[in-house]
């Protein structure tokens, strides 16, 4: 099938009306969504990669992807290594994909590329690069891979436009009125004509909105324009529904709807009646993240004589919700405790399964997850796809249990679970890694450092508008001190009741590019890990929340400070995530005092907060475990 698929596209690819040298395939939508629905699996369906990042590169007599260290071990089970060579990003050695383009393409080749699935940002730098090798890159409308697709009897499935929810103002804490005004304060402030949000979660988030058209995401399929007086949403066929119709003119938002399709027409007119006012001083704020074909179409690029200026930077609304608010920051800890309720319960019926002689697979115990998540208020689905991985499973970073070739967790495994919920008032994001029966020296070493790092982490102080990467060494040090490491970031940003992944700050041996630097209301990921290919992985991740932090405030440190970075202000972490980790994995010898401290007292948090709800319920066999779990470590 590679080659078949590989053979129908390069047919395009030279038939094209400007031969193409080389076509690239991104893994992204036209909202330059981290997860995509099938329609736009383009990258999946002619590499057979099916990983969550990646670009591939197809030319007359090479197909390429380049892909981070998540995905290598993946990459290598699922792509034809006869077709497909795997560029390993990550590496220093390996170069970028504009170096590979100019280096091993001649002067005057054609590089194609949809505008639509790839950004402004990444164009320019792209475009400048093959122009100075004597190279062009050109927009490709129709998608050649989609082409591909239809020429061998397999066409892409429908896009996806499913019906919409209004998510109330107990669980937002701001009306979509008031998030609207406050853009428009910011269009004020910088002469902007229009705003145009892109993003799928920042639609949801500014009309308090939810939807369910890409997996996991709680999010739809739409743009959203704003002028200093029209709200329009293009969605769907364009018809607003009438009881979100009414909800949002009860949160004092009239709106427009239009077609999904229409955008780009919408977005061309919009640019013409703009030029057509005469005065040479309108302006179109937009994401620099919005795709090529966005920029082009509201620019008026290809049509006006003199496009429009465009303020093409980071989006006000990814800067808006990066930041949650107290009703938002509320519901995070809430769900958390429900989270953790439903984790614990799982994982006190896993051990007792395993060590009963039930054979559990790790799709089974997937499964088993999701039904104790059910039981709690306010669950909505899981949060990505559960990675439940035992024994080399574990090692692979992404992992996905299939359930053509089940593997079953035995007594002799370690046993990765990374897993989360979508609930009404949060998101969460969790891993665990426990042994099912006794961990070898070996295993009980490396975890224990992968635990000391999330702990540095986790109990770390630094100034406000410090930008995450400058704590990712923190959790590596441990690692680092015995010639260890592991290829993944440390932390991202969370949306509310939107994507787990939310940029754009994080923790990461690479700078986001957008960082805004941390400020007191975010909530971020905390995963160190380790892995060993073969043989198990190792990754202990909680959520945490940014905090202001005083000499009262409740923090294992805030005793100790003597200063707040002369007047810039003290943050650190307050964990959210309440389920313990396992106590004979921990080799306490590695511990200093504040470590074993610091377990010691969220352990107690654990069982104070969760052990109640148990009791109460009737779960006693679920605290007895829970209980056991959360005993001092001496």
Known sequence: MSLQRLTALRALMAGHPTALAAYIIPTADAHNSEYISPADARREWISGFTGSAGTAVVTANKALVWTDGRYYTQFEKEADLAMWTLMKQSLPETPTMEKWLTSNLIAGSVVGVDPHTMTREEWT???????KAKMQLVAVESNLVDKARISLDDPPPKRPQNDIIHLPLEYTGKTAGEKIHDLRVGMLEKKASALVIT??????????????????????????????????????????????????????VKIVGRPYDDVIGGLSN??????????????????????????????????????LNLISEVSPVALAKLVKNDVELEGFRKCHI????????FFRWLHQEVDSGNKITEVEAAERLLEFRKDEKDFMGPSFETISGAGENGAVIHYTPSSDSPRIITADDVYLLDSGGQYKDGTTDITRTRHMS???????????????????????????????????????????????DYAHGTGHGVGHFLNVH????????????????????????????????????????????TISVTND????????????????????????TLVPNQRKFIKTELLDDFELKYINSYHKRVLDTLGPILKNRGLMEDYAWLEKECSPLM
């Open 125 to 131: 730098p792209l475009q400048t690069a093959l122009s």
């Open 199 to 252: 993003a799928l979660d920042e639609v949801a988030y500014t009309l308090n909105l939810r939807g369910s058209d890409i997996r996991y995401n709680p999010v739809f399929f739409s743009y959203l324009l704003l002028t200093p007086d029209t709200v329009t949403l293009f969605w769907s066929g364009g018809r607003i529904p009438d009881d979100i119709e009414r909800n949002l003119s009860d949160e004092g």
């Open 270 to 307: 919009l640019a013409r009646e703009l030029s057509n006012m005469g005065d040479g001083e309108h302006s179109v704020w937009i994401s620099n993240e919005a795709s090529e074909a966005v920029h082009r179409a509201v620019s008026g690029e290809g049509v006006l004589k003199n496009p």
């Open 338 to 345: 429900r989270d953790g309720t439903a984790v614990c319960r």
């Open 438 to 484: 006794e961990p070898t020296d070996l295993q009980k070493e490396t975890f224990t450092r992968v635990l000391k790092g999330q702990i540095a982490i986790g109990a770390a102080l630094y100034p406000v508008g410090v930008k995450g990467n400058v704590l990712d060494s923190l959790a590596r040090k441990y690692l680092w001190d015995v010639g260890l």
């Open 502 to 545: 939310e940029g754009p700050s994080g923790i990461s041996w690479r700078p986001y590019p957008h960082d805004p630097g941390l400020k007191m209301g975010q909530i971020l990921s905390n995963e160190p890990g380790y892995y060993r290919v073969g043989e198990f992985g190792i990754r202990i991740e909680d959520l945490v929340e």
């Open 553 to 576: 405030t409740t923090h294992p440190r805030a005793k100790d400070l003597l200063g707040d970075y002369n007047g810039r202000g003290v943050l650190g972490f307050n964990t959210i």
